[in-house]
């Protein structure tokens, strides 16, 4: 054990150390990152507040007396209130009422689902007890099933009956067809 050494050899403590460069480029990006990051947040609120706002489902607009629906659709006009930001209008909108073969009440709206144009019961002489759009030759049937053109069937407004008076919603898709 004359010349012998146990010593372990020693462990250099090794501290890795930020560089200027590196802090340099970390605070930049953190305080770039931040100064997009905020307007974003904003922006994306601002383009979601819509969605996060309550519908205005289940407000009813009385339209017309019960009495004057008969089984032959008839248009129908009837003002709603529009509320866009803090511009408020009052809108006219259509509908098409009437009765099915139970005596029950039905409206659909008259905007067709092709390209929106307006379709009109009996629009056409050739397709008589048919809704037609005139723009390009789409049918419905009383029920405004799409027979041609057309991808999808004619939207319907929900119906009250209340006091002898016909009321409607807001559209939705067609859940008679």
Not at 12 to 38: D, N, P
Not at 71 to 82: A, K, M, T, V, Y
Not at 126 to 135: L, N, Q
Request: glycine fraction near 6%.
């Amino acid at each position: 054990m004359s010349g012998e050494h146990n010593e372990q050899p020693k462990k250099s403590v090794f501290r890795k150390e930020m560089s200027r460069r590196q802090f340099l480029s970390y605070t930049l990006g953190g305080s770039g990152a931040f100064m997009v990051g905020v307007p974003l947040l904003y922006n994306v609120r601002f383009a979601v507040d819509p969605l996060l706002k309550p519908d205005a489902d289940g407000e009813y607009v009385k339209v017309v007396e019960v009495s004057e629906v008969t089984q032959e659709p008839q248009s129908f006009q009837f003002e709603r209130l529009i509320v866009d930001g803090w511009y408020k209008n009052d809108t006219t909108f259509e509908a098409w009422i009437s009765k099915d073969e139970s005596g029950n009440i039905f409206a659909l709206s008259p905007v067709c689902k092709h390209l929106g144009c307006t379709v009109k019961w009996n629009g056409s002489q050739d397709f008589s007890d048919e809704y037609f759009c005139p723009c390009h030759a789409a049918r419905y049937t009383k029920d405004g099933k799409n027979l041609t053109v057309a991808p999808a069937p004619l939207d319907e407004y929900p119906v009250k009956i209340e006091d002898g008076w016909v009321y409607l919603s807001t559209t939705k898709p067609n859940s008679r067809v």
